[in-house]
């Protein structure tokens, strides 16, 4: 069974551009999260999505969006990017977005904005 | 304060020594769960606890509830262990996972 698979894997982009980053969940599972890690620190929570419906929004400007498709894949879109939205991004995958589950994580987009 | 700080940020330890990872937080939970990264940016999910202790081969985590503390411990460290560890928990009040900014262990031969 094929893990989260995230792409691309690497991305540079020029400011001001858009990006669209993909992410195809744990066959079964349900929710997607999506994470930002700026180098050196920990993972800060981005969106969570369930059953297509948007369940979480962390602190990200509205220059950040997502949806969940029927197959339960996620796209993450941001647009006008910034320097500071140079990151590794990272897509999780869970059966539910309730307490009681696992979380399995992809490898992540690294996206660099130059 | 970050709501999850984890000890130490860095750790250099000698192949075969037993090493710990602290992490402490100070929001209400209903589980937290200890990460691996390596280089390259891949998570691993290594324990999710709501209590009590884990084990896995080399690896041991602990939480207590009631002084908001976890550990992980390697018993027996190999330079394969080299990563960062990552805390996380997931609060109460919410679905989300909020992390701390990891320790980076070096084993060295």
């Known amino acids: 069974d094929a893990g989260v698979t995230q792409s691309p894997t690497h991305l540079i982009k020029t400011r001001g551009q858009h990006v669209t980053l993909r992410c195809s969940p744990i066959?079964?599972?349900?929710?997607v999260s999506w994470y930002q890690q700026v180098l050196g620190q920990g993972p800060q929570f981005i969106f969570q999505?369930?059953?297509?419906?948007?369940?979480g929004r962390g602190n990200f400007p509205d220059r950040f969006s997502a949806r969940q498709f029927p197959n339960y894949s996620s796209e993450l879109n941001v647009n006008a990017l910034l320097l500071g939205d140079s990151a590794l991004y990272l897509c999780?995958?869970?059966?539910?977005?309730?307490?009681?589950?696992?979380?399995?994580f992809g490898s992540g987009t690294r996206l660099t904005v130059v | 304060k970050n709501e999850v700080e984890q000890s130490p940020q860095n750790l250099t330890a000698q192949e075969g020594e037993f090493i710990t990872i602290n992490c402490s937080y100070s929001?209400?939970?209903?589980?937290l769960h200890w990460l691996q990264q390596h280089p390259g940016g891949g998570i691993v999910s290594l324990f999710m606890?709501?209590?009590g202790k884990k084990k896995h081969g080399r690896l041991i985590a602990t939480i207590n509830i009631q002084e908001k503390h976890s550990s992980l411990h390697i018993t027996a460290s190999h330079p394969r262990d080299s990563a960062v560890y990552i805390c996380a928990v997931r609060e109460t009040s919410g679905s989300r996972l909020t992390f701390g900014e990891g320790t980076q262990l070096t084993v060295n031969p």
């Open positions: 929001v209400g939970i209903s589980a």
């Open positions: 606890l709501s209590s």
């Open positions: 066959s079964g599972h349900k929710s």
């Open positions: 999780a995958s869970s059966l539910g977005p309730g307490q009681v589950y696992g979380y399995t």
């Open positions: 999505y369930y059953e297509k419906e948007e369940r």
